[in-house]
């Protein structure tokens, strides 16, 4: 994964590269004031302390989820995913909290895919939440093999599937991609933001020098008359 704390930085000059470039080219036009220096760095100085902040609290963690397990004689055997992230690691419940994200944010989504041809996508849990618990496979088998509720340890993602084998259906690793590419997207969306207000302070800067002068050429003009 992309370091978000070299993209915060990588984000930051460029900001402040463009917003350079922004007065450079309007500099004719641009008359500022102390007010307008003042409304001018402050988001600048607010981003930076921001950038401060997430340099020393964010931690770089490395994480592994168990998505496939099998039982020995009596101990669990797993299969997992490794990836990093800035934002914790994902846990059995949490993991929960990722899919319904997905779910809100997709709109092909179906709360009613039980309703269709071939249902509702389903992804197991139960791997992930046995390595938490340090399950031995007695446990397991008690719990996810042998118990009355076959849907403990299943999530309906609510996706639909689009036929029997349901091709369509996210594995944990996508899950977890969209996880890593929301911390990133976060990061992206907040500079984005902020060159979207230095564009529009500095039209309105320009707009308003441009009726200034308009008024005092129109003014001239009477005089002269």
Partial sequence: MFSIITLYGICHLILAIL???????????LHENKYVKVIDLVPYLILTFNL??????????????????????EEMHYH????????????????GDVINKYYELEEDNNIECE???????????????SYEFNMNFTEYQKYYILGEDRKMGVIN?????????????????????????????????????ALDGYILFYIILVCIDCCKDKHAFEKVQQESV
């Fill in 19 to 29: 917003c350079i470039t922004m007065k450079i080219c309007g500099k004719g036009y």
């Fill in 52 to 73: 401060i902040y997430n340099v020393i609290t964010l931690k770089h963690q490395y994480c592994s989820f168990h998505y496939e397990c099998y039982g020995g004689i």
């Fill in 80 to 95: 997992s995913i490794s990836y990093d992230t800035y934002n914790g690691c994902l846990d059995s419940s949490s993991i």
């Fill in 115 to 129: 309703d269709t041809d071939f249902g509702c996508c389903y992804i197991e849990n139960k791997c992930q939440t």
């Fill in 157 to 193: 993602t609510f996706i639909t599937k689009k036929n029997h084998d349901g091709d369509n259906c996210l594995t944990f690793n996508d899950y977890i991609n969209f996880y890593q590419m929301r911390e990133i997207n976060n990061v992206l969306l907040i500079y984005f933001l």
